[in-house]
Protein backbone atom coordinates (compact mmCIF):
# COMPACT_ATOMS: atom_id res chain seq x y z
CA UNK A 1 0.00 0.00 0.00
CA UNK A 2 2.34 2.30 1.15
CA UNK A 3 4.77 1.57 -2.44
CA UNK A 4 1.84 3.05 -3.89
CA UNK A 5 1.63 6.24 -2.64
CA UNK A 6 4.77 6.62 -2.66
CA UNK A 7 4.59 6.01 -6.42
CA UNK A 8 1.84 8.49 -6.67
CA UNK A 9 3.25 11.18 -4.71
CA UNK A 10 6.59 10.73 -7.26
CA UNK A 11 4.81 10.58 -10.69
CA UNK A 12 3.63 14.04 -8.77
CA UNK A 13 6.74 15.78 -7.97
CA UNK A 14 7.68 14.62 -11.58
CA UNK A 15 4.94 16.41 -13.30
CA UNK A 16 5.69 19.14 -11.52
CA UNK A 17 8.59 19.39 -12.46
CA UNK A 18 7.99 19.11 -15.94
CA UNK A 19 5.59 21.84 -15.81
CA UNK A 20 7.65 24.25 -13.76
CA UNK A 21 10.10 24.16 -16.41
CA UNK A 22 7.39 24.32 -19.76
CA UNK A 23 5.84 27.58 -17.99
CA UNK A 24 9.35 28.78 -17.20
CA UNK A 25 9.79 29.31 -21.36
CA UNK A 26 6.26 30.28 -22.05
CA UNK A 27 6.48 32.86 -19.13
CA UNK A 28 9.93 34.25 -20.26
CA UNK A 29 8.43 34.23 -23.93
CA UNK A 30 6.54 37.68 -22.99
CA UNK A 31 10.28 39.22 -22.60
CA UNK A 32 10.95 38.09 -25.95
CA UNK A 33 11.34 40.95 -28.18
CA UNK A 34 11.12 40.92 -32.24
CA UNK A 35 14.04 42.23 -34.02
CA UNK A 36 13.56 44.96 -36.39
CA UNK A 37 13.38 44.83 -40.13
CA UNK A 38 16.99 43.96 -41.29
CA UNK A 39 18.34 47.89 -42.47
CA UNK A 40 21.30 47.22 -45.28
CA UNK A 41 24.45 45.77 -44.14
CA UNK A 42 23.13 44.12 -41.53
CA UNK A 43 22.94 39.85 -41.28
CA UNK A 44 19.50 39.59 -42.09
CA UNK A 45 19.63 41.98 -45.07
CA UNK A 46 18.84 40.00 -48.45
CA UNK A 47 19.70 36.61 -46.81
CA UNK A 48 17.81 33.61 -46.37
CA UNK A 49 18.08 32.22 -42.99
CA UNK A 50 15.07 29.81 -42.32
CA UNK A 51 16.10 29.76 -38.61
CA UNK A 52 15.48 26.55 -35.78
CA UNK A 53 12.39 25.78 -33.95
CA UNK A 54 12.39 23.59 -31.14
CA UNK A 55 10.81 20.79 -32.59
CA UNK A 56 13.45 21.11 -35.22
CA UNK A 57 16.33 21.76 -33.16
CA UNK A 58 15.37 18.02 -31.30
CA UNK A 59 15.41 16.35 -34.38
CA UNK A 60 18.68 17.44 -34.97
CA UNK A 61 21.93 15.71 -34.20
CA UNK A 62 23.35 17.69 -31.63
CA UNK A 63 25.89 17.32 -28.53
CA UNK A 64 24.67 16.63 -25.14
CA UNK A 65 27.16 16.38 -21.73
CA UNK A 66 27.93 13.36 -20.42
CA UNK A 67 30.25 12.26 -17.93
CA UNK A 68 33.19 12.05 -20.62
CA UNK A 69 32.48 15.19 -22.19
CA UNK A 70 31.43 18.14 -20.10
CA UNK A 71 34.18 20.80 -19.78
CA UNK A 72 34.21 23.94 -21.35
CA UNK A 73 37.73 25.52 -22.25
CA UNK A 74 40.05 28.79 -22.70
CA UNK A 75 43.01 28.66 -24.57
CA UNK A 76 44.45 32.33 -24.54
CA UNK A 77 47.17 32.52 -27.41
CA UNK A 78 49.61 35.72 -26.88
CA UNK A 79 50.97 37.87 -24.41
CA UNK A 80 47.87 39.57 -22.06
CA UNK A 81 47.89 43.00 -20.72
CA UNK A 82 46.35 42.95 -16.98
CA UNK A 83 43.39 44.44 -17.91
CA UNK A 84 42.83 41.47 -21.03
CA UNK A 85 43.55 38.76 -18.71
CA UNK A 86 41.04 39.70 -16.04
CA UNK A 87 38.19 40.06 -19.44
CA UNK A 88 39.68 36.14 -19.93
CA UNK A 89 38.91 35.03 -16.39
CA UNK A 90 35.40 36.93 -16.67
CA UNK A 91 34.92 35.19 -19.51
CA UNK A 92 35.39 31.62 -17.86
CA UNK A 93 32.81 32.39 -15.33
CA UNK A 94 30.34 33.88 -17.53
CA UNK A 95 30.20 30.48 -19.61
CA UNK A 96 30.35 28.56 -16.80
CA UNK A 97 27.01 30.19 -15.41
CA UNK A 98 25.75 30.47 -19.19
CA UNK A 99 26.19 26.91 -19.86
CA UNK A 100 26.06 25.14 -16.04
CA UNK A 101 29.54 23.56 -16.92
CA UNK A 102 32.62 23.81 -15.48
CA UNK A 103 34.46 25.99 -17.81
CA UNK A 104 38.10 26.03 -17.51
CA UNK A 105 41.16 28.23 -18.87
CA UNK A 106 44.17 26.81 -20.11
CA UNK A 107 47.65 27.59 -19.64
CA UNK A 108 48.65 30.97 -21.67
CA UNK A 109 50.71 29.71 -25.20
CA UNK A 110 52.81 32.35 -26.95
CA UNK A 111 52.71 33.44 -30.22
CA UNK A 112 55.74 31.88 -31.15
CA UNK A 113 53.72 28.54 -31.87
CA UNK A 114 52.48 31.08 -34.73
CA UNK A 115 55.53 30.51 -38.02
CA UNK A 116 55.75 32.63 -40.20
CA UNK A 117 53.58 31.50 -43.01
CA UNK A 118 50.36 31.68 -40.65
CA UNK A 119 51.27 35.52 -40.03
CA UNK A 120 51.17 39.05 -41.89
CA UNK A 121 50.65 42.67 -41.37
CA UNK A 122 47.43 44.08 -42.03
CA UNK A 123 46.01 47.16 -43.87
CA UNK A 124 46.66 49.67 -40.11
CA UNK A 125 49.78 47.96 -39.50
CA UNK A 126 48.87 45.26 -37.38
CA UNK A 127 49.99 41.81 -36.97
CA UNK A 128 47.36 38.95 -37.98
CA UNK A 129 47.41 35.75 -37.84
CA UNK A 130 45.38 32.89 -39.95
CA UNK A 131 42.53 31.73 -38.35
CA UNK A 132 42.08 27.97 -40.17
CA UNK A 133 45.90 27.75 -38.69
CA UNK A 134 45.02 28.16 -34.89
CA UNK A 135 41.99 25.89 -35.49
CA UNK A 136 43.78 23.23 -37.59
CA UNK A 137 47.46 23.19 -35.85
CA UNK A 138 46.88 23.69 -32.72
CA UNK A 139 43.17 23.10 -31.42
CA UNK A 140 42.49 20.17 -33.35
CA UNK A 141 45.61 18.42 -31.06
CA UNK A 142 44.67 20.12 -28.00
CA UNK A 143 42.54 17.81 -26.10
CA UNK A 144 42.41 18.64 -22.63
CA UNK A 145 40.54 16.42 -20.01
CA UNK A 146 36.62 15.92 -20.87
CA UNK A 147 36.80 18.46 -23.61
CA UNK A 148 32.85 19.60 -24.82
CA UNK A 149 34.32 22.94 -26.39
CA UNK A 150 37.44 24.59 -27.16
CA UNK A 151 37.34 28.50 -27.46
CA UNK A 152 40.62 30.42 -28.69
CA UNK A 153 41.31 33.95 -27.68
CA UNK A 154 44.16 36.06 -29.50
CA UNK A 155 45.19 39.76 -28.62
CA UNK A 156 46.29 39.85 -32.30
CA UNK A 157 44.03 40.56 -35.25
CA UNK A 158 42.73 37.28 -37.31
CA UNK A 159 42.29 36.82 -40.97
CA UNK A 160 40.66 33.99 -42.65
CA UNK A 161 42.65 34.20 -46.09
CA UNK A 162 44.51 36.28 -48.00
CA UNK A 163 42.25 38.28 -49.75
CA UNK A 164 39.76 39.00 -46.64
CA UNK A 165 41.03 42.20 -44.51
CA UNK A 166 40.25 40.32 -41.56
CA UNK A 167 37.74 38.07 -39.47
CA UNK A 168 36.51 38.26 -35.72
CA UNK A 169 37.02 34.85 -35.46
CA UNK A 170 36.22 31.00 -36.67
CA UNK A 171 35.05 28.01 -35.28
CA UNK A 172 34.47 23.90 -36.93
CA UNK A 173 30.87 23.25 -35.29
CA UNK A 174 31.81 19.61 -35.83
CA UNK A 175 35.18 19.86 -33.84
CA UNK A 176 33.43 22.11 -31.33
CA UNK A 177 36.82 24.50 -31.23
CA UNK A 178 36.72 28.16 -32.29
CA UNK A 179 39.35 31.21 -32.10
CA UNK A 180 38.00 34.50 -31.73
CA UNK A 181 40.47 37.75 -31.31
CA UNK A 182 39.84 40.59 -28.51
CA UNK A 183 41.58 42.91 -30.76
CA UNK A 184 38.73 44.58 -32.45
CA UNK A 185 36.39 44.23 -29.53
CA UNK A 186 38.38 47.03 -27.63
CA UNK A 187 38.62 49.56 -30.40
CA UNK A 188 42.48 49.51 -30.42
CA UNK A 189 43.58 49.63 -26.81
CA UNK A 190 41.17 48.34 -23.74
CA UNK A 191 41.46 50.55 -20.63
CA UNK A 192 39.09 50.92 -17.67
CA UNK A 193 37.00 53.25 -19.71
CA UNK A 194 36.26 50.65 -22.26
CA UNK A 195 36.72 47.64 -20.25
CA UNK A 196 32.65 46.71 -20.00
CA UNK A 197 31.72 47.78 -23.56
CA UNK A 198 34.50 44.95 -24.51
CA UNK A 199 33.56 42.93 -22.01
CA UNK A 200 29.96 42.55 -23.06
CA UNK A 201 31.44 41.81 -26.72
CA UNK A 202 33.15 39.37 -25.59
CA UNK A 203 30.46 37.23 -23.32
CA UNK A 204 27.97 37.59 -26.73
CA UNK A 205 30.56 36.26 -28.98
CA UNK A 206 32.11 33.56 -26.73
CA UNK A 207 28.25 32.13 -25.82
CA UNK A 208 27.36 32.31 -28.99
CA UNK A 209 29.85 30.26 -30.96
CA UNK A 210 29.44 27.75 -28.16
CA UNK A 211 25.93 28.04 -28.52
CA UNK A 212 26.44 26.94 -32.01
CA UNK A 213 29.11 24.35 -30.97
CA UNK A 214 25.91 23.40 -28.71
CA UNK A 215 23.74 22.69 -31.99
CA UNK A 216 21.67 26.33 -31.43
CA UNK A 217 21.34 27.83 -35.10
CA UNK A 218 20.80 31.37 -35.93
CA UNK A 219 17.97 33.04 -34.14
CA UNK A 220 16.04 35.43 -36.99
CA UNK A 221 12.67 36.08 -35.61
CA UNK A 222 13.53 37.95 -31.99
CA UNK A 223 16.36 39.95 -30.67
CA UNK A 224 18.56 37.36 -29.25
CA UNK A 225 22.45 36.32 -28.43
CA UNK A 226 22.01 33.74 -31.09
CA UNK A 227 21.40 35.90 -34.05
CA UNK A 228 23.86 36.78 -36.54
CA UNK A 229 25.52 39.94 -36.77
CA UNK A 230 27.81 41.76 -40.05
CA UNK A 231 29.39 43.88 -37.68
CA UNK A 232 30.40 45.33 -34.29
CA UNK A 233 28.22 47.98 -34.37
CA UNK A 234 25.80 45.53 -35.08
CA UNK A 235 26.79 42.97 -32.76
CA UNK A 236 26.24 46.01 -30.23
CA UNK A 237 22.45 46.26 -30.70
CA UNK A 238 21.66 42.63 -29.68
CA UNK A 239 21.23 41.44 -26.46
CA UNK A 240 23.26 39.31 -24.56
CA UNK A 241 20.19 37.05 -23.49
CA UNK A 242 19.02 33.95 -24.82
CA UNK A 243 15.33 33.95 -25.83
CA UNK A 244 12.94 31.54 -24.57
CA UNK A 245 13.15 29.30 -27.72
CA UNK A 246 17.01 29.30 -27.55
CA UNK A 247 17.03 28.61 -23.46
CA UNK A 248 14.85 25.39 -24.03
CA UNK A 249 16.89 24.31 -26.91
CA UNK A 250 19.81 24.62 -24.29
CA UNK A 251 18.57 22.89 -21.31
CA UNK A 252 16.94 20.02 -23.10
CA UNK A 253 20.90 19.55 -23.31
CA UNK A 254 22.16 20.55 -20.32
CA UNK A 255 19.40 19.87 -17.43
CA UNK A 256 20.12 22.91 -15.53
CA UNK A 257 18.08 24.53 -13.35
CA UNK A 258 16.55 27.50 -15.20
CA UNK A 259 16.17 29.96 -11.88
CA UNK A 260 19.39 28.90 -10.57
CA UNK A 261 20.55 29.75 -14.05
CA UNK A 262 19.00 33.64 -13.90
CA UNK A 263 19.94 34.29 -10.67
CA UNK A 264 24.02 33.54 -11.22
CA UNK A 265 23.29 35.74 -14.50
CA UNK A 266 21.74 38.32 -12.85
CA UNK A 267 24.45 38.10 -9.78
CA UNK A 268 27.24 38.11 -12.01
CA UNK A 269 26.25 41.39 -14.51
CA UNK A 270 25.34 43.26 -11.31
CA UNK A 271 29.04 42.83 -9.46
CA UNK A 272 30.65 43.66 -12.89
CA UNK A 273 28.27 46.19 -13.28
CA UNK A 274 26.83 45.46 -16.76
CA UNK A 275 23.51 47.20 -16.32
CA UNK A 276 21.51 46.58 -19.23
CA UNK A 277 22.14 42.99 -19.55
CA UNK A 278 21.72 43.17 -15.36
CA UNK A 279 18.10 44.68 -16.37
CA UNK A 280 17.26 41.92 -18.57
CA UNK A 281 17.83 38.86 -16.00
CA UNK A 282 15.68 41.06 -13.10
CA UNK A 283 13.06 41.12 -16.05
CA UNK A 284 13.05 37.11 -16.58
CA UNK A 285 13.29 36.65 -12.77
CA UNK A 286 10.22 39.11 -11.40
CA UNK A 287 8.46 37.05 -14.54
CA UNK A 288 8.88 33.80 -12.74
CA UNK A 289 8.54 34.63 -8.88
ZN1 LIG B 1 26.69 32.66 -35.60
ZN1 LIG C 1 17.12 32.81 -29.76
Known sequence: MHKIYLLLIVLFLCSCQKNNQDNYFDTIEDNDFNLMPPAPGEWLYGRKEKGQDFETFLKTKHIVPNENSNIIYIKPIGDFTELQTRQIELTRAYLEIFFQLETKVLENTSNDVIPKHARRIGQEGQEQFLAGYILDS????????????????TEKDLFPKPEWNFVFGLASYTQKIGVSSIYRLQDRKLTEANFN?????????????????????????????????????????????????????????????????????????????????????????????
Do not use: W
Request: charged residues 30%.
Open 138 to 153: LLKKEKPRNRIALMAL
Open 197 to 289: LCLSRLLKICSHEIGHMFGLRHCVKVNCAMNGTNSLEETDTKVIRLCSVCQQKLNSSIKYDNKKRLVELGEFFKNNNLKTEFELMKKDLESIE
